[in-house]
T-cell receptor, first 113, second 113 residues
Framework: DQQVKQNSPSLSVQEGRISILNCDYTNSMFDYFLWYKKYPAEGPTFLISISSIKDKNEDGRFTVFLNKSAKHLSLHIVPSQPGDSAVYFCAASAGSGNTPLVFGKGTRLSVIA | ETGVTQTPRHLVMGMTNKKSLKCEQHLGHNAMYWYKQSAKKPLELMFVYSLEERVENNSVPSRFSPECPNSSHLFLHLHTLQPEDSALYLC????????????FGSGTRLTVV
């Protein structure tokens, strides 16, 4: 059973608009969440993270929101740029990092110029 | 250059072959990981090594055999694979097993024929 779910396999957004990528999780022990970005023929690269003690973390155009009661997090990219086109993976860890990261299936974002 | 180098980038092998995937990191990290990415599936954790000791093995079939001769190198030995083992195999490293920020390699695209 998947513990980290990204239910949208793909998303298309116009350049300049907001991209919202969603992630749900089932394990209430998860206490740290990360987003990774992956371009074709490259490995995933770390983008942004959030601890369960926070509900928002912002880094430039990227903001991650965490709703613990709903076991839901989202990544907002604004404004979206064509270079943001990639696959975005949500990942989670439990026990203050003592367990390896658990990943979702990924969402392919296409930003259209 | 991500700091984690995987070779080969592509590999085609028959079901009776024996081959090895190599991963190398010079980031001074103490933990290394093998993940498998199949189409339309989450990244699946296969093995975790911490300070050259295997600390996790996620019910991976014995036809996959990891080896970590030192903290900079990780191998995945393959023998008598099945076509369903065709996937992207990703190596990652982190400062320690409890660290969140993984650095991934570009992966090896494996095709079993």
């Amino acid at each position: 059973d998947q513990q980290v779910k990204q239910n949208s396999p793909s998303l298309s957004v116009q350049e300049g608009r907001i991209s919202i990528l969603n992630c749900d999780y089932t394990n209430s022990m998860f206490d740290y969440f990360l987003w990774y970005k992956k371009y074709p023929a490259e490995g995933p690269t770390f983008l942004i993270s959030i601890s369960s003690i926070k509900d928002k973390n912002e880094d430039g155009r990227f903001t991650v929101f965490l709703n613990k009661s709903a076991k839901h997090l989202s990544l907002h990219i604004v404004p979206s740029q064509p270079g943001d086109s990639a696959v975005y993976f949500c990942a989670a860890s439990a026990g203050s990092g003592n367990t390896p990261l658990v990943f979702g299936k990924g969402t392919r974002l296409s930003v259209i110029a | 250059e991500t700091g984690v180098t995987q070779t080969p980038r592509h590999l085609v092998m028959g079901m009776t072959n024996k081959k090895s995937l190599k991963c190398e990191q010079h980031l001074g990290h103490n933990a290394m990981y093998w993940y498998k990415q199949s189409a339309k599936k989450p990244l699946e954790l296969m093995f975790v090594y911490s300070l050259e000791e295997r600390v996790e093995n996620n019910s991976v079939p014995s036809r996959f055999s990891p080896e970590c001769p030192n903290s900079s190198h990780l191998f995945l030995h393959l023998h008598t694979l099945q076509p369903e083992d065709s996937a992207l195999y990703l190596c990652a490293s982190s400062q320690d097993k409890g660290s969140y920020g993984y650095t991934f390699g570009s992966g090896t695209r494996l095709t079993v024929v």
